[in-house]
Structures are given as structure tokens and as C-alpha cells.
């Protein structure tokens, strides 16, 4: 075959720089705000699993636009869908910049949410670097050119290249789906508080409504989320496995930036430099993980990254008074060599177990399911440490409340290993 030495054209490359500089400014909002918490918890008076509302809520509005992302791309055109994402993610810029009160701050992240997307992990170190040098609301305002110049390209260089043809979204599903995910993410995040009420009600609605989903989903031709696939034994564990690493990655994300700040007591700046290297190692690890995968299968590349994993949550659920911050960068990195090792073979292999014309699905529930922990992750860590903090936000109640959250991130690590076990690289699907 010939080489292809057809040059890019401008147009395409002004949209490809545009699509990328919203999703880098999405990534990077989302994980400077972690680094931020005590920042905003002091500003605005509201306690640990209040603030870690700033990413769930995000989170959240993103996960409810996850699973019609596919419907809404094939019914409208390109341009119109970028330049509603754009105007959104610039709007709620705006919005939590001059946020007076905390309410505000959280509607802006909803914008955020069904704006854009997230990925990356340069986040923490600019808002640490923003957080010495400036204030909180310098993470928006910083973003806004960015946006802004994504918004002149996109207008520019994006072309429509498909057909639009209108799909039909069933609306009780979709309503299904946001009603369980909000239940789920109020529920977890009141576990705090000490009020059964507050936690049982929301999630049992939310459990009410997935009940309806999966009678609807059942009855229709094309549903939003073809939760039949869950039938596949090896397809759910593999799910499951998928959503604990999600939901201990964002825990991580919550707890570390944290306990240096408020246990340790350090600058943001020095918080977003010591998680800067376990990033960048996940970063680096990624295309290792595919060339083992390549090489050896599944197996063995994703049981040695659990082990990783295993091991980081282990040391600070059992050493909490250890973690200094030297400590906390050193364990820190190798959890994040075995996460970046193992994230993109475990979908690879998720999707092995299911037929081909299933993927599209599989995608879908993947992607959901990505969301989700993430947003659940910050909420039941948050929650957890709340609880131990009774109120306050002294170092050592904090420092308990830290331990207590990696017993529990320990816990979901040997769920993982148990599942992976017995299903990764066990089977394929015939294609």
C-alpha cells in the first residue's frame, strides 16, 4: 500500500484543535477544583462532603448525557452540537468565576457537566499553581480565553461529514437514568450525616427507578442502555471491576489533595506538585498496558496493575500516620503505574465478551458506568471522612476519616482482584 501524502487540510486541523482545547479545559477544571476543596470549604462555610459536590454535580450532568451522546450526534449536525457544548462550558465558566455563594458555584458545574467531557491529569498541578498565585475563581477565568479560542476555530474549520438522521430518544428511559443517578449520588453523599432518612429515601427511589428502566429497556427496540448485556456473567464482572478502579481513582483524587492540605498542612501548590508524578506515570503507563496486552493477553498485565493498586491502598489504610508527603508521592505513583496500566486493557477485554454487533452498547455502558463511580467515588470518600470529622476540620478527625475511606478503597481493590481472576482473559466472543 502507498503512503497517504495528502496533507491535512486548515479546516480540519483548526477543528481538531478546537474539539481538544474544550476537552483539555473540561479535564482541567474538573481536577483543579479537588485541589481546591479546602479552599472553598473555608470561603464558603460548607463542610467535606458539601464541597465534594463541586466534581460530583459535574460528574452527574455529564453521566446523564453519556448514554444519548450517540442519538444526539447522529440526529443533529456537528457544528450546532460543538457550538451548543461550547456556549454551555463558557457560560458556567462565567458563572462559577463570579459566583457570591456556593449554590452558584455548583450551578456553573452543572453547566460545565452537560458541556463537555473529561480525561487527563494535568489538572491538579494548575490549580495548586493558581491557588498560591491567585485565588479559586483564576481557574475560570484562565479558561475562558481557551474556550473562547475553541469556539473561533470550531465555528471555522468543523464540517459536517454524515448524514443527520433523527433517532428517537425513549424519554422514560432518559428520565429513568437521570432519576436513578441523582438518588444514587444524593444518597451516598448524605451518608455523612448520620440521617438514615437523608441516605435509605434517595436511594431507594433511585433503585425504584432502575427497576422501571430495566421493565422499560426490556419492552422497546432500541434502548438507551441495552441492560441485557448484564446477562453476559463475564461482560458484568468485568463492569464491575471497571466501575471500583473508576471509583478508587476519584476517591484517590478527593482523599490525597486533602489530607496534604488539611492533615499535613501544605500549600495547594505543594499538593497539585506531589500528585503531579503518579499523573504523569498513569500518563506513561497507558501504551505500556497496550503493548503487554498486545504481547501477553489480558491476564497478566491487569492482575500485576491490581496488585499495584492493591498494595497503595493497603499502606495508607494501614499507616496513616506515616503519610508525610514524601510517602504519599512515592505510593501514590506506583498505584497510578498500575491503574494506567491496566484501564484500557480491562475495556479491551470488557468488550471481548460480548458479540461484535453488541460493542456499541458495550461502549455506551462503559462509558456510563466511567462516570458514575467517578461521581460516586468523590461522594462516598467525601462522606466517609465527614463522618469522622463530626463537624469539624481539625487534622487528626481528618486523618481517621482519610484511614477509614482506604479501608473501605482496600475492600473494592480485592473485589477487583477476586473478579479479574476469574474473568479477565478467560473468553471471547465469537465474532
Not at 356 to 371: F, K
Not at 373 to 379: D, K, L, Q
Request: glycine share 8%; hydrophobic share 55%.
Amino acid at each position: 500500500m502507498e503512503p497517504n501524502n495528502e496533507r491535512i487540510s486548515s479546516k480540519v486541523f483548526a477543528a481538531v484543535i478546537a474539539t481538544g482545547l474544550m476537552s483539555f479545559s473540561g479535564v482541567l477544571v474538573e481536577t483543579s477544583m479537588n485541589i481546591a476543596f479546602p479552599t472553598l470549604m473555608r470561603d464558603f462555610n460548607v463542610s467535606t462532603n458539601v464541597v465534594q459536590w463541586m466534581t460530583s454535580i459535574y460528574l452527574l450532568a455529564v453521566l446523564i448525557i453519556v448514554p444519548i451522546s450517540a442519538a444526539l450526534k447522529s440526529s443533529y449536525k456537528t457544528k450546532s452540537l460543538f457550538l451548543i457544548a461550547n456556549f454551555l462550558f463558557l457560560l458556567g465558566l462565567i458563572v462559577d468565576a463570579t459566583a457570591p455563594i456556593f449554590p452558584v458555584l455548583l450551578l456553573g458545574r452543572v453547566i460545565q457537566g452537560i458541556g463537555t467531557g473529561i480525561a487527563l491529569a494535568l489538572g491538579p498541578t494548575f490549580g495548586g499553581i493558581v491557588l498560591q498565585a491567585l485565588n479559586w475563581r483564576w481557574v475560570f477565568w484562565f479558561l475562558i480565553p481557551l474556550i473562547i479560542i475553541s469556539l473561533l476555530l470550531g465555528i471555522w474549520g468543523i464540517e459536517q461529514k454524515s448524514a443527520v438522521k433523527k433517532v428517537k430518544i425513549d424519554r422514560l428511559s432518559f428520565i429513568m437514568i437521570a432519576i436513578f443517578f441523582i438518588g444514587m449520588l444524593v444518597g451516598f453523599s448524605n451518608l455523612g450525616t448520620g440521617q438514615l432518612g437523608a441516605t435509605a429515601i434517595p436511594i431507594l427511589i433511585a433503585l425504584l427507578a432502575l427497576a422501571l428502566l430495566i421493565w422499560r429497556s426490556n419492552r422497546i427496540k432500541v434502548p438507551i442502555l441495552d441492560l441485557k448485556l448484564f446477562k453476559n456473567h463475564s461482560f458484568t464482572g468485568h463492569i464491575i471491576g471497571f466501575f471500583c478502579i473508576q471509583l478508587i481513582s476519584l476517591g484517590n483524587a478527593f482523599l490525597l489533595p486533602n489530607f496534604i492540605q488539611l492533615v499535613n498542612h501544605n500549600t495547594a501548590f505543594l499538593a497539585g506538585l506531589i500528585v503531579l508524578p503518579a499523573g504523569v506515570t498513569g500518563a506513561i503507563m497507558g501504551p505500556i498496558g497496550g503493548r503487554l496486552l498486545d504481547n501477553y493477553g489480558a491476564r497478566k498485565p491487569v492482575l500485576f496493575g491490581v496488585s499495584l493498586m492493591l498494595l497503595e491502598t493497603l499502606f495508607f489504610a494501614v499507616l496513616p500516620n506515616q503519610m508525610n508527603n514524601i510517602f504519599i508521592l512515592i505510593v501514590y505513583i506506583i498505584y497510578m503505574a498500575g491503574m494506567g496500566m491496566i484501564l484500557g486493557d480491562v475495556m479491551t477485554d470488557t468488550l471481548a465478551v460480548i458479540d461484535e454487533s453488541e460493542t456499541t452498547q458495550g461502549n455506551a455502558i462503559l462509558n456510563t458506568a466511567q462516570q458514575f463511580a467517578g461521581a460516586v467515588g468523590t461522594s462516598i470518600t467525601s462522606a466517609i471522612v465527614a463522618s469522622s470529622q463530626k463537624g469539624t476540620k481539625s487534622a487528626d478527625l481528618t486523618r481517621i476519616g482519610t484511614q477509614h475511606a482506604y479501608i473501605f478503597l482496600l475492600c473494592l481493590v480485592i473485589l477487583i482482584m477476586a473478579l479479574f481472576i476469574k474473568y479477565v482473559g478467560r473468553r471471547t466472543a465469537t465474532k
